[in-house]
């Protein structure tokens, strides 16, 4: 029995440097595939800023048609435009005059003669979050805008029955107290926004 014993005993000196190697060479390989990892570089981010001290810093042109804001005549100085939801996209850019068109009748006008800066980004989830977002990115300067020639407005609009956001960057002639504003419901835009052809 001793011997059996002594056999099993001198025989798991390699088992268990055999053990001891497998086990170094596991941690090795977790190792070595974490630190692959670290090293691979995150996808580059869309650049979501929008200027507005780059933006032409005119007030808004003479006649019609004139955009209001709040009944203060702006010029629309930026357009940021966004799909609604995981599998939906953008109308091409010789089709965006109908998205306009739908947030109040004849911005695709008033884009045609103030020529905003127009921008696409990648698709939003909610009309709050998107409008959060916007006003991030398109930051006003002084108090929200308050105080400035500069006011933005965002949120959604539904184009043949599909929601879309929207965000504008207006420049009013003079500082006012306007700021921000968020629209909740699609009939919201015509509460704020107005084309007047006179």
């Not at 025989?11 to 001891?20: E, H």
């Not at 507005?52 to 709040?70: S, T």
């Not at 850019?93 to 109908?98: C, G, N, T």
């Not at 109040?104 to 998107?130: I, Y």
Request: include cysteine.
């Amino acid at each position: 029995m001793d011997t059996i014993v002594d056999a099993l005993i001198g025989n798991s000196a390699p088992v268990n440097v055999a053990l001891a190697v497998a086990g170094a060479a596991a941690l090795w390989i977790v190792w070595r595939s974490l630190r692959r990892r670290r090293g691979i570089e995150a996808p580059l981010r869309l650049d979501l800023n929008v200027e507005v001290a780059a933006l032409e810093d005119r007030g808004p042109p003479q006649g019609p048609p004139v955009l209001e804001f709040y009944n203060l005549p702006v010029r629309l100085a930026a357009v940021v435009l966004a799909p609604v939801g995981v599998n939906r996209e953008l109308p091409s850019e010789d089709r965006l005059a109908p998205l306009l068109e739908s947030v109040v009748p004849g911005l695709d006008k008033v884009a045609e003669s103030h020529r905003p800066l127009v921008r696409r980004w990648p698709n939003q989830v909610s009309a709050r979050g998107f409008a959060h977002l916007f006003f991030k990115h398109a930051k006003l300067p002084g108090l929200a805008g308050k105080g400035t020639v500069w006011s933005s407005v965002a949120g959604v609009v539904k184009v043949a029955g599909e929601p879309v956001m929207a965000g504008l960057v207006l420049r009013a002639a003079v500082p006012n107290s306007i700021g921000q504003t968020i629209v909740d419901a699609e009939h919201q835009w015509l509460g704020c926004l107005r084309v007047k052809w006179v």
